[in-house]
């Protein structure tokens, strides 16, 4: 009777035991690693790369310290979106959309603007922001 009652208690742990399967790590299609108010280029441009030595400069810069790794040169593509040079604060630029299709990655750029009236800043800026890409894909910015 004991080894009976022994026996169904072990049965009963076995199967109210649950295993679970984690499921694996879905990384983002991309990251906005740095969005700044100045700093950024003279002129509205958008600046893509996707080269191990373009991307090892990125290593070096302060504000990007470990937000990018070494293995980031391998795997990802970097896209530098300026707004040029802006008369006041208040202005911005970042990412709308990004899409992935078989061949490329598309980018869709917001760019942000004081709304009328607002009280801001009465200095020359550069906004610009850094974004990391987590492809190989070509990218395409729009």
Do not use: R
Request: net charge positive.
């Amino acid at each position: 009777m004991k080894k009976s009652i022994l026996l169904i208690g072990i049965v009963l742990v076995l199967f109210s035991c649950k295993t679970t399967i984690k499921a694996p790590e879905q990384k983002n299609l991309y990251e906005v690693l740095l969005q700044e108010n100045d700093g950024g280029g003279n002129i509205n441009f958008y600046e893509i790369l996707s080269e191990p030595n373009e991307i090892k400069m990125l290593l070096n810069d302060e504000k990007l310290k470990g937000k990018i790794s070494a293995a980031d040169v391998q795997k990802s593509n970097f896209v530098i979106l300026n707004m040029g040079q802006k008369p006041t604060g208040g202005y911005a630029i970042t990412v709308d959309s990004v899409q992935e299709t078989d061949k490329e990655i598309i980018v869709k750029v917001k760019e942000l603007k004081p709304e009328p009236g607002a009280m801001l800043m009465q200095v020359i800026t550069y906004p610009y922001t850094v974004v990391k890409i987590n492809s190989k894909k070509q990218i395409v910015v729009k």
